[in-house]
């Protein structure tokens, strides 16, 4: 694989039930994080990660719940989704904190 | 914090220069980026601006710096139908979490 991938593309989802969105690159960055992006509200940083071992919360990071154990994966958790979470999310990664960030394909969530 | 802001629509003619603009607010920004989002796909750097420039020119692209006024400008010229897409602004402020994105300005193309 090359660059980020992200899985599942997209998924149908109960309200309450619990979902980990996986992101995975190969490049070796530093940072990484999760967005949301919704209909003109641009994109909303939900939580990241400046290095291996380290979380931050960002702008709208009630409901989720992220990890980083390794360099290469971020995975991000809806412990108990609700339908205010359908969204498409975004996964990223820089080299480090401020430098430009690649973006993975997206994750279409839709809990209903 | 930072903070950035871009208006939401812009339409052009095709073959026309386009001119998308964006504002922020925090004057040690070190980088400025522009990024394309086109429909049902993530984003993808188209550019990058260090802020001791005033100006960089790749192929279509110009970007414009105005550090005094915190405005950044991105031309893209002879407008193809190719470009309809989403633009984003983001800016290297101060935080934790890197990048602030504008909320993107749909660009969208009249024949």
């Known amino acids: 694989i090359a660059g980020i991938t992200q899985a599942p593309t997209s998924q149908i989802l109960a309200a309450g039930r619990r979902m980990t969105l996986r992101c995975t690159q190969d490049?070796?960055?530093?940072?990484m994080y999760w967005y949301r992006q919704d209909l003109g509200l641009g994109l909303r940083l939900i939580h990241y990660?400046?290095?291996?071992?380290?979380?931050g919360k960002g702008e709208v990071p009630d409901g989720y719940s992220v990890s980083r154990a390794n360099t290469d994966d971020f995975p991000l958790t809806l412990a108990s989704a609700v339908p205010s979470q359908t969204s498409v999310y975004f996964c990223?990664?820089?080299?480090?904190?401020?430098?430009?960030?690649?973006f993975g394909p997206g994750t279409r969530l839709t809990v209903l | 914090g930072e903070d950035v802001e871009q208006s939401l629509f812009l339409s052009v003619r095709e073959g026309d220069s386009s001119v998308i603009n964006c504002t922020y607010t925090?004057?040690?920004?070190?980088?400025l980026y522009w990024y394309k989002q086109e429909p049902g796909a993530g984003l993808q750097l188209l550019t990058y601006?260090?802020?001791?420039?005033d100006m960089k020119q790749d192929q279509r692209l110009t970007v414009l710096l105005n550090k005094k006024d915190k405005h950044l400008s991105l031309r893209i010229a002879d407008t193809q139908t190719g470009d309809s897409a989403i633009y984003f602004c983001?800016?290297?402020?101060?935080?934790?979490?890197?990048?602030?994105f504008g909320k993107g300005t749909h660009l969208i193309i009249q024949p």
């Open positions: 990223a990664s820089s080299p480090a904190r401020g430098n430009e960030q690649f």
């Open positions: 490049m070796r960055h530093n940072a």
């Open positions: 990660s400046n290095t291996a071992g380290t979380t």
């Open positions: 925090d004057s040690s920004s070190t980088y």
């Open positions: 601006i260090f802020s001791n420039m």
């Open positions: 983001a800016a290297s402020g101060g935080g934790a979490d890197g990048l602030t």
